[in-house]
């Protein structure tokens, strides 16, 4: 039986829709979300932009984008992996130290560069805002620990998962990590893959388009970030994009996606 609500941080008009066995779960998620319970709705009313299916698999997003008449589907699945190295890997301090350092991801999204770093030996702690993308990240999460295997290793058990803004939530977080890693939101779709395409169309639909003042936000929050990183900050960008500020001592760059790499600051 579907429950529908309005989201109340967004203001957009979502669906929460489980199979009878479900049905408490999906209760529970509505209540997490701050979303308004409401009677089902009747054909004959619009629908809502973002569907929000929970069953056996998990929480499978659906949404539209404007009047396209088929609707997009995001299931974050983080069994399968990303295969070979990762440059990102590398980005944040390299195989060799990987089981001795800790990394904070301020800016979480839908956890595939966490996944990577964890999949390495790193410890990953995600910072995320959004009530949403919270529930998805765990969802994810949680599938992942039932689904190891010797092969895999336990990478779950290495990932941490905070919600709240991340300029406040570094501060508090001890102890300090020894890398934060921030990949803000692109201007526009990056990536090849698919999956990076569906995943980049998600985040802008639920989130909206970078507003004006979100190169002053990336600013403070890097500021914080080298504050709070005991030996570096690593920035995520578009290959051809400009850094999100001066002071960049380094980078490694890919085909289509360049790491830069900043010194940290000491505390006044």
């Known amino acids: 039986m579907p429950t529908a609500g309005v989201d109340q941080t967004h203001g957009r008009r979502i669906t929460i829709e489980a199979t009878p066995e479900h049905e408490e779960w999906a209760t529970s998620l509505a209540e997490k979300l701050d979303v308004m319970l409401q009677p089902p709705q009747q054909p004959t009313q619009p629908q809502p932009a973002f569907r929000l299916a929970v069953s056996d698999a998990g929480y499978t997003v659906s949404w539209r984008v404007g009047d396209a008449e088929e609707e997009q589907r995001l299931h974050l699945d983080w069994c399968s992996g990303r295969p070979g190295a990762d440059p990102i890997v590398r980005a944040v301090g390299g ?10 991801d301020a800016t979480a999204g839908l956890g595939a560069d966490a996944v990577a770093m964890a ?13 949403l993308l919270f529930e998805l990240l765990n969802d994810a999460r949680d599938r992942s620990l039932v689904c190891a295997t010797a092969a ?10 905070l919600q709240g803004d991340a300029r406040t939530v570094l501060a508090s977080v001890t102890p300090r990590p020894d890398v934060v890693y921030l990949d803000p939101m692109y201007p526009q779709p990056q990536g090849k893959g698919g999956a990076k395409r569906q995943g980049a169309s998600f985040l802008r639909a639920w989130l909206g388009e970078k507003g ?9 929050l890097l500021a914080i970030a080298r504050r709070v990183a005991q030996h570096r900050v690593v920035v995520k960008r578009p290959l051809r994009a400009p850094a999100i500020a001066k002071g960049v001592t380094g980078a490694l760059r890919g085909s289509t996606t360049r790491f830069d790499l900043y010194p940290v600051t000491e505390n006044s």
């Open 95 to 104: 195989a060799s130290r990987a089981r001795a350092w800790t990394v904070i």
């Open 119 to 131: 999949r390495a030996g790193f410890r990953v702690t995600l910072i995320e805002r959004d009530p």
């Open 152 to 161: 895999m290793d336990t990478f779950a058990e290495r990932i941490n998962i």
């Open 212 to 220: 004006e003042d979100a190169a002053l936000g990336e600013e403070e």
